[in-house]
């Protein structure tokens, strides 16, 4: 029992502690990096770069920029990938089913596709967004809810790995795919990668926009929101995904006596019909 209850605190951190992505994120590449986007194999060194001036801004607007040669190599294919970072983590819980960017594509048309990695399966979006290599900047929005996905490998479904998602990738193909992207000699310019919605901003609590304090503590957990929304619900569940609490969020901020749990990590969480949100909660 002890190894087991260990092995889901471990999981929970490790979920939790990659649940980075959030609601209008965006990477905007004006740090001059890459903003953890590369490609992989040893084609690497030949991987995306940060381009200083000419993005769809203008004059002084930085951008990322990846060439695929179209020859052999990591760097023959028209894909660029995020891994464990800003945009890994629970897309479902966090609200976010559309990404929208500026892009440009050059010396070849680009058949644009998303595709995530995650609970061990491997999706890519069912369309494709045809790019034109006219040099014009323009701005796309992908839809990434569970529908708009074809599973590419694994036992699960789309839903469980937009819950879960570790590697985001961006990928030209004329069929949906994940390690089988267009051997290609095009460039891409990408810019203002964003975090979207199509929900109704009445419809969530943005994430980071309800804290909970103090955290860890011993007899009492405090939940505030940025605003109050009456059809919100609160519910605490321990690492064996036991419900040990649930009510209904009367205001802005509720506080729960915790002074009987038993000591450990619990999951907070404040949903609605249309999303959830969930944090950590350590009790000493």
Known sequence: MKITLL??????????GNAQVSINQVDNFEDNTTQNWRIGGAGAASG????GNGGPAGSGDNFLQYTSTGTTGAASKMVIFNQNNQWSGDYTSAGVDEITFSVRAETNPLNLRIAFEGAGNKICTTNAVAIPANGSWTTITIPISASDFTLIEGSGDASSTLASVLTMRFLSSSA?????????????????????TSLSVDDFVPTGEFTISPNPS??????????YNE????????????????GKVANRETTVNVSNWKSGVYLVRISNDNVSQTKRFIKL
Do not use: C, H
């Open 7 to 16: 092995f889901y605190t471990f999981l929970l951190f490790y979920i939790t």
């Open 48 to 51: 995306p770069i940060n381009v």
């Open 176 to 196: 949906p795919t994940w390690d089988a992207p267009d051997i290609i000699a095009a460039v891409l310019q990408i810019d203002n990668i964003t975090a979207s």
């Open 218 to 227: 011993r007899n009492k957990l405090n939940v505030k929101l940025s605003r």
């Open 231 to 246: 059809s919100l619900k609160l519910e605490v569940f321990d690492v064996l995904g036991k419900k040990v609490y649930m």
